[in-house]
């Protein structure tokens, strides 16, 4: 009796435990804005499920220039993003340039796979605000995705009014990415800009763990059948 008590309460205290590191980490859950992510909340982070795992999306980064031009961070609403096998984030806001005005909008993040899994794809899409009658603006969403583990560059991405797909984008597959965005957005004559920006990953298992999960189906099998032909003997 006093062993089990022991256990219950180690089994509480680690569980304890870890609701604390959460809390101490600052995880935030979607819908949210960007301001609980950047500034004096940049160690906050959130988290999206995808079919088969969960996404941690961290270390979150927002500039503009001219500094101060809007969105401010509190007026990007983030909510989760999901297509097929793709989870991410959707970043809404109003990313505008007046007529004859030039906004840079600089918009980073990382994500992080679970253990056994490795993000190997990127999915980029966009609604692009462009009023009536508007002509020479520029609305561009270019995107570099890096190994954070090593810096190396895995992908590029990007997106216009005349090329916005959404289709996926494979790369070698690695467990930690920086994603670094780079809006432009000049107003032409009559003002342009990109209202929504979907972002979504996907992962696989990583060889080690398949070729583990083969091993204990193969060892299950095994001890199935041999539990077979003792129970017929």
Not at 17 to 27: I, M, N, P, S, T
Not at 34 to 53: H, I, K, M, R, Y
């Amino acid at each position: 009796m006093k062993n089990r008590f022991l256990f219950f309460a180690l089994a509480a205290a680690l569980v304890l435990g870890f609701v604390a590191q959460d809390a101490r980490a600052g995880l935030v859950p979607l819908p949210s804005t960007l301001d609980q992510f950047v500034g004096a909340n940049s160690a906050n982070f959130t988290t999206v499920a995808a079919p088969n795992e969960v996404e941690t999306f961290s270390n979150f980064t927002y500039t503009t220039d001219p500094v101060g031009s809007p969105p401010s961070a509190a007026n990007v609403s983030m909510t989760e993003f999901h297509a097929g096998i793709e989870a991410g984030i959707t970043f809404s806001g109003g990313f505008f340039a007046l007529p004859g005005q030039l906004v840079d909008y600089h918009l980073g993040f990382d994500v992080t796979a679970p253990a056994g899994f490795l993000i190997n794809d990127a999915v980029l899409s966009g609604v692009f605000n462009i009023p009536a009658g508007s002509t020479g603006f520029i609305v561009n969403v270019g995107e570099t995705i890096t190994d954070a583990n090593s810096g190396l560059v895995l992908a590029q991405l990007s997106i216009d009014p005349d090329n916005n797909t959404g289709a996926p984008v494979f790369f070698t597959g690695t467990n930690h990415i920086r994603v670094q965005k780079d809006i432009l957005v000049f107003g032409g004559t009559g003002g342009a800009g990109i209202s929504v920006i979907n972002q979504g990953f996907s992962s696989t298992p990583e060889p080690a763990s398949l070729a583990l999960l083969g091993i204990g189906m193969t060892g299950f099998l095994a001890f199935r059948r041999f539990f077979k032909k003792t129970s017929v003997a």
